[in-house]
């Protein structure tokens, strides 16, 4: 099946110094929606247009460069209103997509799950409620393709008020679909185990990095939990939130989870749809903010997700920064001297993973030491909860009772304390 081709639009505003780099990531979604970019235009304004997005004069070279290149859908960097769609479409031979619809698009191809889905035709709705008539041109103009995906044309054709009413059957549907999700979440809560949320921007490898996690010599490999997330070198690869249980090095349980990746401009939408799993960080004991270290646009994608993140959670939550992808490093002016606060790590070949397991363990359940301990006969079940709950080595039973290697936090010494015969390597 051949790609549509695609012209990509971007205004250059005086005030956004970042726009320089968008389009790029333009490109990666239009890629991602299976689109291919044959072209693309910026115009410096000092604001956007009202009527086209661009200036007039602009817009008629657009429509100029649809016929001249045979473009089948032109994209717009940022989203349009109704209004701006129409008058476009009034000028231009081509479908007219914005930035949010692209990313809707994307989403609905990769949601898998019932509630990634009823979570992306939800925004996709309440996308196109204000928009039907300049969409449903879309869709007679062009038949489907980039855009059209997820409520597609037949319910786009509904009216408002049945859009109105599948939006607040979605809703309801999602509200079951959290309370047991709540449920869930307290039953993690009531046994104390910790949740640690990896958040990013997209593409910087969360995915990958709870591969790693499974890979790990610290995973419950026989784990009903323990699969592995698809994860692949692309823009918003994986959408639903996968929750993994790993047994940190001192022996106590936590579970990774992994949220949405994060993007510039990501459509409110798509906030608003995705509250209910993206509710899921404001529950966490620590944050991971896995950042590309090969990223160009580091900083940017940094802040961004720094500000999502505070504008989803409400209290102060511990955030331990990681970079990835390591390997992939091209200057050698790059420093990679991992910290407490600052880890450097490669998921894709496990380099700094029991680093970064060591280190969410200790800033979780505090430090921790290996000790030696001589357990008597008389108190062995403290032997057998010792093996269930902590890393235990070098077990040896003999006549008397039970001598092994086993990690203890600082905050349960005490009650091992008559067992403790020496700490390992001292």
Known sequence: MDKEKCLIVAVQLSTDKAEENDMEELELLVEA???????SIIQNRQSIDNRYYVGQGKIEEIAAYVKELEIDTVVFNDELSGSQIRNIEELIDAKVVDRTNLILDIFAKRALTKEGQLQVELAQLKYSLPRLIGLNNNLSRTGGGIGTRGPGEQKLELDR??????????????EDLGKVRETKRKKRMKDQVPIISIV??????KSTLLNALMDSEYSEKDDAEHKKVFAQDMLFATLDTELRRVTLPGGKKAVFSDTVGFIKKLPTQIVEAFKGTLEEIKYADLIIH?????????????ETTTKLVEKITDKEIPVLTVYNKVDKILSD??????????????????????????????KINGKSTTYLLMIPNSDLKNYYWLYENRKTDNVEFGGEGVTLEAVLYDNEKEQFNKYITGIKNE
């Open 33 to 39: 929606a299976e689109g291919e970019v044959v072209s």
């Open 333 to 362: 002016k790059i420093t990679t001297v991992s910290t407490n606060d600052i880890l450097y790590i490669s998921a894709k070949t496990g380099f700094n993973i029991d680093m970064l397991l060591s280190t969410v363990d200790y």
């Open 161 to 174: 008020r049945r859009i109105k009413e599948k939006i607040n059957d979605i809703q309801n549907q999602l």
């Open 290 to 302: 896995l950042i590309d270290i090969n990223d160009e646009n580091l900083q940017l994608h940094k």
């Open 200 to 205: 990013g921007y997209t593409n910087a490898g």
